[in-house]
């Protein structure tokens, strides 16, 4: 009988010695999928600023950081004719490599409409974007969607926003203000959604600050959330300290605040900021990368 129940007990024990080496092997695994996730989502979006550096009317920053769980956030520039610059900042659905191979297509539909386009209806982009990521889409996916399109002549904006947080404005004189007005359904829901395109008009020393929802939904350890209303005081207060907040500027400033209100707590969204900064005839200032 002591035999038998020996080997009973070490049959027992190589049991839960293989499911401990299935379970290491699983996490593993896992962790390369996210590793190869955030490497998909960081080869596609621009890295080097100033991103068109013989073009002195205006200066673009992007701050893009994954989070332990990929979540597949996007954000691009788009030269197109006429002195019109196309900028955009997205939000895929989901986790992991599914949602960075979903921030990969809806990129590049985003980007061919835009050429298609050539930057000249935000409404129709989108239209024809979401028309495209709804065939076929089988996984139920979706993308929310700032997109914008700059005339650097007039300095005139249109942007229109598929379920993206609008953006904020910030004035030369330090007025921070949000535009006011309903978004979309997210891209790849379902066809046929009427997009609707909003426009304002940027001076000389304004800026836009795009964002996504990583940054408005940051949570502290106490799990407080940092909110609309923590980034607008952030960019109040940096507006009122620093008299000609630099594009580059504004994205650190946005990305430290939220750093700092979490305090460590680990995050389940990625954090992108991505800011415009408009100075017509004046000259924008040499930008480091």
């Known amino acids: 009988i002591g035999n038998a129940v020996g080997v009973a007990l070490f049959i027992g024990c190589i049991k839960i010695l293989a499911r401990e080496r299935d379970i290491s092997e699983a996490k593993r695994q896992i962790e390369n999928e996210l590793n190869v996730a955030r490497s998909i989502q960081m080869s596609m979006v621009p890295k080097i600023f100033p991103t068109f550096p013989a073009i002195t009317q205006f200066e673009l ?3 893009m950081r994954p989070a332990k769980e990929v979540g597949g956030d996007l954000y691009n520039f ?25 921030m990969a297509v809806a990129k590049t539909l985003l980007e061919s409409e835009a050429r298609a ?28 969607v700032l997109f914008g399109v700059l005339d650097i002549h007039s300095g005139e904006v249109e942007f229109c926003s598929a379920g993206h947080p609008l953006p904020f404005l910030i004035r030369r004189n330090g007025e921070i203000s949000q535009p006011t007005g309903t978004t979309a359904m997210a891209l790849g829901v379902m066809e046929g959604v ?13 800026a836009l600050v795009l964002y996504s929802d990583g ?4 949570f502290s350890a106490s799990g407080a959330m940092f909110g609309e209303v923590g980034l607008g005081k952030t960019l109040q207060r940096l507006a009122t300290d620093h008299q000609d907040p630099t594009a580059a500027d504004l ?17 389940s969204d990625d954090i992108t900021t991505l800011a415009l900064k408009y100075y017509g005839i004046e000259a924008a200032p040499v930008q480091a990368t």
């Not at 009427?194 to 304004?206: C, E, K, N, V």
């Not at 994205?251 to 995050?267: E, I, W």
């Open 251 to 267: 994205t650190r400033v946005v990305t430290a605040a939220v750093d700092a209100f979490a305090d460590g707590a680990p995050q």
């Open 61 to 63: 920053h992007a701050v």
């Open 117 to 144: 386009n050539k930057g000249q209806d935000c409404s129709l982009i989108l239209d024809r974007t979401n028309e495209g990521l709804c065939r076929d889409n089988h996984e139920c996916m979706f993308v929310t």
């Open 194 to 206: 009427p997009f609707q395109s909003q426009r304002l008009t940027l001076a000389p020393g304004d």
């Open 215 to 218: 940054v408005s939904e940051a």
């Open 78 to 102: 788009i030269e197109t004719e006429g002195g019109r610059f196309c900028f955009m900042v997205g939000d895929v659905s989901g986790k992991g490599v599914p949602a960075s191979l979903f």
